[in-house]
């Protein structure tokens, strides 16, 4: 490899605002909007085929294997493997207003300026929603999951799609899922905030999906926040509860005592 070369991108990067990696490869934003990208080419790294769009970048996110961008005028521009969203031909033409991205392991999901939602790549992670799409109105927040996307609507209702071993079919709690103020995601679950404070979990129950041993105690739930495995909640006066695998942080009886006057959770 040149070493030049790799003057050259150092150089460059010094000035970058926000990085994102997919599995092999870095992107990083720089202070004037264009995007420098390193590593396996197949998976992002090789941004050379899209370099001359990528201007005016305002928001980055990553699969496994490749990166999307949002530009200034609210387009997307992506590159890396096609199977892993690094394609996104099949719906360009709708990719317009763009003004959030979600990405799974695979696939990519927008909101758009109307509310509605457009997903593209591996069909396994999410990339298509077509089950859901007539649904998808109104769309206020996106989660994603390893392989599954959940979307809160403005009327507080909430639609999944993915692997359902992901968190990907909701309909189990579909019922209960009303009035949702906030999504959050572990790798393999899901978990909203109800307007009443109550917390209601789907998706593989090792990974926090099944919320039922602590659900007495989930009541006045200020912030959810999560690891690839659990879930842990702020409650209104201050103490926290956890779920999920043990390993992961689903169990915090070791230090419940000292989990008093919590403000914000923070994960690794």
């Known amino acids: 490899m040149d070493l030049r070369f790799l003057g050259e991108i150092q150089t460059m990067v010094v000035t970058a605002r926000l990085l994102q990696a997919t599995v092999t490869a870095f992107a990083a934003i720089l202070a004037n909007g264009s995007v420098v990208s390193w590593g396996h080419a197949r998976c992002g790294g090789d941004s050379s085929a899209v370099q001359s769009q990528l201007k005016g970048l305002q928001k980055l996110q990553a699969t496994a294997g490749a990166f999307a961008a949002i530009l200034a005028d609210g387009f997307v521009v992506c590159w890396g493997d096609p199977g892993f969203g690094g394609d996104s031909s099949p719906v360009q033409s709708q990719l317009k207003g763009v003004q959030q991205l979600q990405a799974t392991a695979g696939a990519f999901a927008a909101i758009l300026a109307d509310g509605s939602v457009i ?17 998808l109105k109104g769309v206020q927040q996106l989660q994603a999951a390893g392989l599954a996307f959940a979307a809160l609507l403005a009327d507080g209702s909430v639609l999944s799609w993915g692997d359902p071993d992901y968190g990907g079919d909701s309909s ?97």
């Open 119 to 135: 997903s593209w790549g591996d069909p396994d992670c999410g990339g298509i929603s077509s089950a859901v799409q007539s649904q």
């Open 172 to 268: 189990k709690v579909a019922s209960q899922l009303k009035g949702v103020q906030q999504i959050q995601a572990s790798g393999r679950a899901f978990a909203a905030i109800l307007a009443d404070g109550s917390v209601v979990s789907w998706g593989d129950p090792e990974s926090g999906g099944d919320s039922s041993a602590v659900q007495s105690q989930l009541k006045g739930v200020q912030q959810l926040q999560a690891t690839d495995d659990a879930f842990a909640a702020i409650l209104a006066d201050g103490s926290v509860v956890s779920w999920g695998n043990p390993e992961g942080g689903g169990d915090s009886s070791a230090v419940q005592s000292q989990l008093q006057g919590v403000q914000r959770l923070r994960h690794s």
